[in-house]
């Protein structure tokens, strides 16, 4: 199969959906994050959202590409997809009751040694018309060839990463149970087959289910939170990272904070989490943290 770089810069219809304080408190559940801003009601300033419940809110846009654009492509083209790349940019908490519309586009089609990376950039508003997050999403096709050299890197936000990898500053290892990759997937309402149907992962040339991705980065942010910012999330600016190894259920974990420093913009986090194995399996993590 074969992709070409003709759809970048094509618009995404809308889609609208209105923040629930269940939604926050079931997501806070589904990466085993007991942190008060996102479950204790009684808050005087109010609840607030994980900062990668972005990614969920978005995901019904994903699930159903093409409800939302015409890629020109047949949708079996979409089996061979995995989560590849996550750019967050939150402009400020999602809080319940938000009413958020999501316009987006193709940004960027990008050719990799095993396949086609393809960008979608979601930009999310409230209902005054305010920036509320903005989600570079990046999918790689496993096996599909980019046959014109891609396009739209340049639409890309680009963040400082780490020449080599330095001895960590602190290192968190974590299990990973089998029954969180179902826990994830029943209270974020992120469905996909391979992590919970162990014959459709095994039909796609899996080992077995493989833990989300984005379930991994949370678990990354929410210790980054704790121990960097006095579990106060409200400071997230950016996330970044590139998913490359899996996580397999019954295994664990590292986080491992390799370097904090600062910039014009705030304190700057680089990270990474290794799988059972020792592989990386987030890699080139960078959060900035503004307050």
């Not at 992120?190 to 992590?195: D, M, Q, S």
């Not at 491992?256 to 420093?261: D, F, I, P, T, V």
Request: aromatic share 10%; with cysteine; proline share 7%.
């Amino acid at each position: 199969m074969q992709v070409g770089s003709e759809i970048v810069g094509t618009k995404m219809n809308e889609f609208r959906t209105e923040i629930t304080q269940r939604q926050i408190n079931n997501y806070a559940a589904a990466v085993f994050d007991p942190n008060p801003f996102y479950l204790d009601d009684r808050r005087k300033e109010g609840l607030i959202a994980p900062p990668t419940l972005a990614a969920a809110v978005t995901w019904p846009i994903i699930k159903n590409i093409y409800d939302y654009v015409e890629l020109g492509y047949p949708p079996e083209i979409l089996f061979q997809i995995v989560h590849y790349s996550e750019h967050l940019l939150i402009h400020r908490s999602l809080a319940p009751g938000d009413k958020i519309t999501i316009t987006g586009e193709v940004a960027a089609v990008v050719p990799e040694k095993n396949g086609t990376h393809v960008i979608f950039k979601l930009p999310a508003l409230d209902d005054k018309g305010n920036p509320v997050f903005t989600e570079y999403i990046g999918g790689l096709l496993r096996g599909v060839e980019c046959i014109d050299g891609g396009r739209g890197s340049e639409n890309i936000p680009q963040y400082p990463v780490l020449i080599q990898n330095e001895i960590p500053l602190w290192e968190v290892p974590l299990p990973i149970k089998r029954e969180a990759c179902y826990i994830y997937e029943g209270c974020s309402d992120v469905i996909f087959p391979i992590h919970t149907s162990p014959a459709f992962a095994c039909s796609v040339g899996l080992p077995d289910i493989i833990y989300f991705g984005i379930a991994t980065l949370a678990q990354a942010v929410r210790e980054l939170v704790n121990r960097e910012n006095c579990a106060n999330p409200t400071g997230v600016g950016i996330i970044s990272c590139l998913f490359r190894g899996m996580v397999l259920p019954d295994s664990f974990i590292r986080i491992q904070l390799l370097q904090r420093g600062t910039s014009e913009n705030g304190k700057t986090l680089f990270f990474r989490v290794l799988n059972h194995e020792g592989r990386e399996a987030v890699s080139n993590g960078y959060m900035l943290i503004t307050s």
